[in-house]
């Protein structure tokens, strides 16, 4: 199994409506590290793969909803790596909808079995019941948990940093599941502060990463959400296309939109002083706007471009 040594590519940037500013603003371009399992997915699954092919596991079993990255990423390793993929997708509303759904389409096309349970089932996806289940069902499975946070993961979330990233005051990177935060916590030089925007709503953030590291580099905003996971409003939509005029770079508008308009935000209350230098990690997630704008078409509203 090769893994290629990945150094993403750093990129200075602008905000749109910041005309003039002293502060440093770059993008770590963790998006190109692969077409299909692409940004932080790549980090999160290098070392989960390398454990399951040493213990001889044949199929990978994990979790997520309808627009899940992880999902797609997983499938995609999958196939290339020659595992069997089963997804566990919370909603079984959308088994009948597959064909309808970007990620679920593509997840399939890559051989991923869907199986399809309530959400008040996918609450319980963590419990030792529910999992000794999907083991029998399922056996010789390696099981990989949602957004694919576990240690594994965070170890290689740590490789995502490299010399020239240590030359920046902030690292900023959107969260979910909170294992590529921690993995930029452990590995960044002392002088920095890394800092995280969540996608989800809910104070339970800045608990989950303590969960995950002991150091505490780190400042979480949750002003920047827009209401929860998966919400979007026509602002954020605006921003991801000026963005893109602006700079040639495509945003996604679940988690790297979200902490680049939280950035914006920032710089215009003066949140930074003159001549700070800021990092921010794309993290890839970009085949969920197909699906995004699926669902904007059928609200009459603006899509990305």
Known sequence: MIWKDY???????????IENTNI???ILREDLSHPEISGNKYRKLKYNLIEAEKLSF????????AFSNHIAATAAAGKLYDFETIG????????????ENATLRFAKQCGMQLYFISREKYRTKNDLNFLEQLKSKFPNAYIVPEGGTNDLAIKGCKEILYDKCFDYDYIGSAIGTSGTIAGLIESCANHQKILGFPSLKGDFITNDIQQLTSKNNFTIFNDYHLGGYGKVNEELVNFINDFKHLNGIQLDPI?????FLGITDLVKKNYFTNNTSILLVHTGGLQGIEGMNNFLRKKNKKTIE
């Open 24 to 26: 440093q603003l770059s």
């Open 88 to 99: 566990i997708i919370r909603g079984e509303e959308l088994e009948s909808k597959i064909e």
């Open 58 to 65: 044949k199929k990978l079993i994990t979790f997520g909803g």
């Open 7 to 17: 150094k993403a590519e750093i990129q200075e940037i602008k905000l749109p409506g």
């Open 255 to 259: 988690y790297t939109g979200k902490m």
